[in-house]
């Protein structure tokens, strides 16, 4: 079954078995047809895995042809009994596979073998055949005992050893592992870690603990070349005085996710050579750090603390650490911070604060070592104001995270010094404002500038601002020239009530999201006739949940998103819907009509009659006069539209209860659209009409004949859409309407519906 390109062999043990417990059923036991049916074969890589349903009878495939044409490197033995007495491993897989194939092994797992290896005592012999043999992992052999000083005795180049889930370790029985460079001890029930265990390995350099239920460690035994400990997501609540000390070139410990309540100054006295230190998420009320913990540790690199209640800091924590690059202490309790905390330190890179209480004032002087600080967080604490000190001289700083405080006050020169160096800039929710012109203010009795747009006046390298979740009501003009570099702008939840294409830095190519949601913005002003070409507009301008108006001022960003959409099939105004008027409310603005687009006219202004609602409609210049069922019985006095810059007006009087209309008025004659259905009309004078009259709609009234001068009215040739329709029309051969409605269908918009009364 196996050739030469066949890499990867998985040997799956599929036995079924009968009520007696038997383990495979064969047909025919002569057969070699029959016994392969009791298995399957798949091809893949150079890792061969054996997985036993059921406890395998290895003397099925005696007479089965070895598979002796292929090597592999790694074998996986999962849910497979344990060889008995004082067989090995090889002799036991030899039913199918030749010994030389074994001695190739490399890296090898045993899994879940108990289910069929009851009263197991594991032997030397278990792992005879396999000299080379470098990794070896053990997962979930709890019925077993690990205690064996002579159990490795046959894998002398064993570098790798991994226990992993229920296993039962202690005594000496790593002894005979002396090039054991990496030992795994993990997820297991251990809840004191035997002294004997782990020591007399003299090339052991990475030791994991982590994931179990250790409860006290005691003093580490010498290990030489240890460089890497891991005791992390255990159940420790304090380390005794030097346990690490043997441990002479440890350079990085984790002590994660435990309960320690103290980290005293001689914990680590002798480990000169620690270069990451780490011990977040204490589970415990509050971890005490005591003063110079870290001192004098010259190769320290990193420190990491976050999430453990710590309240207070002392001062000399970090003295001497002159490599210290990268401190992370968010996610504590931390209301100050002493003033020298970071003296010295000029090698820190990245400072880590956010989530804690820290308020006003931070100390002048708290970062004026740290000339090569990259990022800082001082995030989601409850500082007020950043004068013009605590970031003076920190030239390198790319990132500066502000966000989730109370900040009302920052000095115009708080960010002078990162003029050529910071990148990405977060100051979202506090309580800027963002004046216009730069104030002076007082805040703990320190003279400092209150906020304005021109505090980012130096910033000529920013290209991510965040300025979300504010109190910000405009845009400043004198800031647009500061976007040069600008890639990402949030501005999103705050206040800004206009927006124009004018705000954005159209003549670069750089900008690709402007986050504008959630603010106050009505009347967006994007002009496509003020932008050459369009392409130069920010990739995205988010415009989401703004109360966007579309009345007749949106009639230059609805042309602006029609044009940019017939010109390039997308838009970067996302998510604008139409907010008012609420006929309109829900719509998208691009595909709005002009003529939908309305501004109501001013109750001050003296052209409305006082029982209607008046109207501009842009697009044409028509001032629009609702009178639409009022109660009206007198057509009211309808004004000249030019008192509102408009040519003609649009007249709806329907559903009252007029009869007759009056032509009195100064405006009457502009009147080129009147709407007089469902009212009382019995006869309609024709020389009572406008005379620029274009539309007529008389449907829904008592009509039943017309006159002379209201058939020459009909025939006028500007009078082209007319609606008759639900009249109670006499259709005697005299009635000149039957004529006309035949000769002008065209014109009659509801000539389909047009009946007789009788």
């Not at 003063?291 to 603390?305: G, I, N, Y």
């Not at 820190?348 to 956010?354: D, F, G, I, P």
């Not at 845009?475 to 705000?503: A, E």
Request: with cysteine; aromatic share 8%; charged share 20%.
């Amino acid at each position: 079954m196996a050739h030469a390109s066949l890499y990867y062999l998985i040997l799956l043990f599929l036995l079924t078995s009968n009520a007696s417990g038997n383990d495979c059923i064969v047909s025919n036991p002569s057969s070699v047809e029959s016994k392969i049916e009791c298995f399957h074969f798949d091809i893949y890589t150079d890792l061969m895995r054996v997985t036993c349903s059921n406890k395998p009878n290895y003397n099925l495939l005696q007479h089965t042809p070895k598979l002796e044409h292929f090597t592999f490197k790694e074998l996986v033995y999962q849910n497979c009994s344990l060889p008995i007495g004082n067989q090995s491993l090889v002799e036991l897989l030899s039913a199918f596979l030749d010994r030389t194939q074994l001695s190739y092994t490399s890296k090898m797992s045993l899994i879940d073998n108990t289910k069929h290896s009851k009263n197991i005592t594991l032997d030397p012999q278990l792992f005879a055949g396999l000299q080379k043999l470098h990794t070896l992992i053990i997962q979930n052999l709890a019925d077993i005992s690990f205690d064996n000083p002579l159990l490795f005795r046959h894998l002398p180049k064993l570098k790798k050893l991994h226990f992993y889930g229920r296993n039962r370790v202690s005594g000496k029985f790593v002894y005979q592992l002396k090039q054991l460079s990496h030992l795994y001890i993990q997820n297991s029930d251990m809840e004191i870690l035997p002294k004997e265990l782990i020591s007399n390995l003299p090339k052991l350099k990475t030791l994991y603990l982590d994931k179990n239920k250790l409860k006290h460690v005691s003093q580490f035994t010498t290990l030489p070349n240890l460089t890497y400990l891991n005791i992390s997501s255990n159940q420790l609540v304090k380390l005794q005085q030097n346990v690490f000390s043997r441990l002479p070139n440890l350079k990085i410990l984790d002590l994660s996710s435990n309960k320690l309540t103290r980290l005293a100054t001689d914990l680590k006295m002798e480990n000169k050579l620690l270069e990451v230190f780490k011990a977040d998420d204490q589970k415990c009320s509050e971890l005490v750090l005591e003063t110079q913990l870290f001192a004098c540790l010259r190769f320290l690199k990193e420190v990491s603390l976050s999430n453990c209640k710590i309240i207070a800091l002392p001062e000399g924590l970090f003295e001497g650490c002159l490599k210290l690059s990268k401190v992370d202490l968010s996610h504590n309790k931390l209301q100050s911070l002493p003033e020298d905390l970071f003296r010295d330190l000029e090698n820190l890179q990245e400072l880590y604060l956010q989530n804690n209480v820290l308020t006003n004032p931070l100390p002048d002087t708290l970062l004026r070592d740290a000339i090569n600080l990259s990022i800082l967080h001082l995030g989601q604490n409850n500082l007020k104001s950043l004068n013009n000190h605590l970031l003076e001289s920190k030239e390198k700083l790319k990132e500066l995270h502000l966000d989730n405080n109370q900040m009302y006050m920052i000095d115009l020169d708080a960010f002078k010094s990162q003029a050529k160096s910071l990148i990405r800039l977060n100051l979202s929710h506090n309580r800027l404002t963002l004046h216009e012109n730069s104030k002076t203010g007082f805040y703990s009795n320190r003279k400092i500038n209150s906020t304005s747009w021109a505090l980012f006046s130096h910033l000529i390298k920013i290209q991510y601002l965040d300025l979300s979740q504010n109190l910000i009501v405009n845009i400043s003009d004198h800031f647009k020239k500061y976007w040069r570099n600008l890639k990402f702008l949030n501005l999103s939840h705050n206040f800004i009530t206009h927006v124009s294409y004018t705000d954005f830095p159209f003549l670069s190519s750089k900008i690709n999201l402007v986050n504008l949601e959630s603010n106050k913005i009505t009347h967006p002003d994007f002009d496509p006739s003020r932008i050459e070409p369009l392409h130069r507009l920010p990739n995205e301008i988010l415009l989401a949940d703004n109360p966007l108006n579309c009345d007749c001022n949106a009639s230059v960003l609805v042309t602006y998103l029609q044009v940019h959409l017939n010109a390039s099939k997308s838009t970067p105004l996302k998510g604008l819907q139409c907010a008012q008027p609420p006929a309109l409310s829900g719509r998208l603005p691009q595909t709005l009509r002009a003529e939908d687009l309305l501004c109501e006219i001013d109750a001050t202004v003296d052209f409305c009659p006082i029982e209607c609602k008046c109207y501009k409609r842009p697009v044409d210049q028509a001032a629009i006069i609702n009178c639409t069922a009022v109660n009206l019985t007198l057509v009211p006095v309808i004004k000249s539209p030019s008192i509102i810059n408009c040519i003609f007006i649009e007249l709806h009087l329907e559903q009252n209860k007029l009869n007759a209309l009056s032509n009195g008025s100064e405006g009457w004659n502009t009147v080129r659209r009147l709407y007089i259905s469902n009212n009382s009309f019995t006869t309609l004078l024709g020389d009572r009409l406008p005379k620029q009259l274009e539309l007529l709609d008389v449907s829904g009234n008592q009509l039943t004949e017309v006159d002379t001068a209201l058939l020459l009215k009909l025939n006028h040739t500007a009078l082209r859409n007319i609606s008759l329709s639900a009249n109670p029309w006499d259709c005697h051969c005299e009635n000149p309407l039957l004529a006309f409605a035949v000769d002008n269908a065209a014109r009659i918009t509801d000539f389909s519906t047009l009946q007789c009364s009788d």
